[in-house]
């Protein structure tokens, strides 16, 4: 086990000046796509002309988040191998949406997966019921988001908190303000090919040190702290609240709302299941990346010193970077790690503002009645307020264990969106107050569950033991969703939902009069 005087915490220059250039680059590509972000379908889905390739990169750019890289790679370096779930959580989302989503997605809707479940629905209703489920996700998400990029900044450049904060909300703001979809899909591209690229240089040479064999990394680690590392049972115990974590990651990533709007950039439905097809492969490939870091970490870096710089184990791929490839390498990755912070933020906050302008100000005030010029007008006002809405909530949170917040994201997702989603596409009877009753009822049992859980009652709460025992509600949360959806529309029945199912059906499968 190695034992060095780790650079993390003071400013490192190398990180200063991969950030600068990455955000030079990534504002003038800002600028050029500004250029083309004049209508509503510029604004929000760059004007459905991202091929399926491009939109593959993107969606693995925006999913593969700094709690992917930085959290999972942490939880394997003090875990063991129950970090996977984890990895194989976030993964197998992919083929559901893919088989499931990619397709009717593409076909029904026009920006928001709320055009989805409204298509055939009353629409105010929808909205609003769709609009809180979708605003709650994305802050939940942003506050993690953004507490980890103060943190990484504080630690790298050597900033105040506050101060970094501030840069990366309005950074992000820039983006979407200007460059709408457009801007926000490269600067996920890019992020995705230096967050790849960086991965696999430090998974290459970890595994130097051990003859290119993983096995004899994983007999490092066992040799080291014991077989308990790779046998399951390190993080989570319980079964059923396994399967309850696995249950969230898993149908939460096809309800995640700035996942789900990706599939309105592409021409047509084809081109939508295409890039699903090339985002599974790229991502999957990632998780097996961060599996391996942190299994180096453990052995190369030790445990004793990654919970000494962050007891949560967040710097572990960091620290693994400086010890493979020294103080630059380390501003590098430590520059990835923000850029990638910075382009899942775009995406999040791109997705906040069009739920407010296109759902709520345009369908639910406007009743539909509203120019696409101020409907993009409203767009860029809401991109600025949730800019600010960021900021505020990353300074509230400061010094907060926010690791629950992305697993809280994942149980709305799940809860709420998925399933109301998946109703009223496949089932002829979903009726308007079925879909308003799954949509509050995953919601509300989401959030209820978690903060009476271990992670929010007990951690943040300080109190001597759980109400509800799970550390993730999912399993109680998005069946009561479904029950809800179902018990709703046999209650409240809705003919006219009914007789234009048909039609659905026919846009649906063949994408007739889709965009």
Not at 348 to 356: E, N, P, R, V, W
Request: aromatic fraction near 12%; glycine fraction near 10%; charged fraction near 10%.
């Amino acid at each position: 086990m190695n034992t060095f005087a780790t650079t993390i915490g003071q400013p490192n220059a190398t990180s200063i000046a991969f950030f600068f250039v990455f955000i030079l680059g990534t504002l003038a590509i800002t600028w050029f796509a500004a250029k083309k972000s004049r209508s509503a379908s510029q604004f929000y889905a760059a004007g459905r002309s991202v091929t399926g390739w491009q939109n593959g990169m993107a969606l693995a750019g925006d999913y593969m988040s700094a709690a992917s890289f930085l959290g999972i790679a942490g939880l394997v370096s003090l875990k063991g191998y129950d970090g996977l779930i984890y990895s194989i959580g976030f993964l197998v989302g992919w083929p559901i949406i893919m088989f499931l989503i990619a397709e009717p997605l593409r076909n029904l809707g026009k920006y928001t997966f709320a055009d989805v479940v409204a298509y055939r629905l009353s629409q105010k209703p929808i909205r609003i019921a769709a609009s809180i489920g979708s605003l709650l996700t994305v802050c939940f998400y942003l506050i993690a988001q953004m507490v980890g990029s103060g943190m990484l900044i504080k630690m790298m450049f050597g900033l105040p908190y506050e101060t970094a904060i501030i840069a990366v909300g309005a950074v992000m703001i820039s983006y979407v303000l200007f460059g709408g979809m457009l801007a926000t899909t490269w600067v996920q591209i890019i992020k995705a090919m230096l967050l790849l690229a960086g991965a696999t240089v430090m998974v290459g040479m970890a595994l130097s040190r051990f003859g290119f064999d993983v096995t004899a990394l994983f007999d490092a680690a066992a040799k080291t702290y014991g077989d308990k590392v790779l046998n399951p049972g390190g993080l989570v115990a319980n079964p059923l609240d396994a399967l309850s974590l696995g249950l969230a990651l898993m149908f939460g990533t096809a309800g995640l709302p700035h996942i789900l709007m990706r599939f309105y950039t592409v021409p047509d439905a084809k081109t939508a299941r295409k890039s699903v097809f090339y985002a599974t492969g790229l991502i999957g490939y990632f998780y097996v990346l961060t599996f391996i870091i942190g299994f180096a970490a453990m052995v190369l870096v030790g445990r004793d010193m990654i919970g000494s710089v962050d007891k949560g184990g967040n710097m572990a791929a960091l620290l693994l970077a400086e010890v493979t490839g020294g103080t630059v390498f380390l501003g590098f990755i430590a520059a990835v790690a923000f850029a990638t912070i910075l382009a899942v933020v775009a995406g999040l906050t791109l997705a906040g503002a069009t739920t407010l302008s296109h759902d709520l100000y345009v369908n639910v005030l406007r009743s539909g009645r509203s120019s696409e010029e101020d409907e993009v007008k409203v767009a860029k006002r809401a991109t600025i307020g949730l800019g600010i809405v960021a900021i505020l909530l990353g300074l509230a949170f400061k010094g907060q264990n926010v690791a629950f917040m992305v697993g809280l994201a994942f149980a709305i997702a799940a809860s709420a969106n998925f399933p109301a989603l998946l109703l009223s596409i496949f089932w002829k009877g979903t009726s308007t107050s079925g879909a308003v009753a799954s949509i509050v009822t995953g919601t509300v049992t989401s959030v209820v569950l978690i903060v009476l859980s271990p992670t929010v009652w007990v951690g943040v709460f300080g109190n001597p033991e759980p109400i509800f025992p799970w550390k993730n509600p999912a399993l109680i949360s998005m069946p009561l969703a479904f029950a809800a959806g179902w018990l709703g529309s046999v209650l409240v029945p809705d003919a006219k939902a009914r007789s234009l199912y048909a039609a659905q059906q026919l846009r649906n499968y063949l994408g007739v009069g889709a965009e």
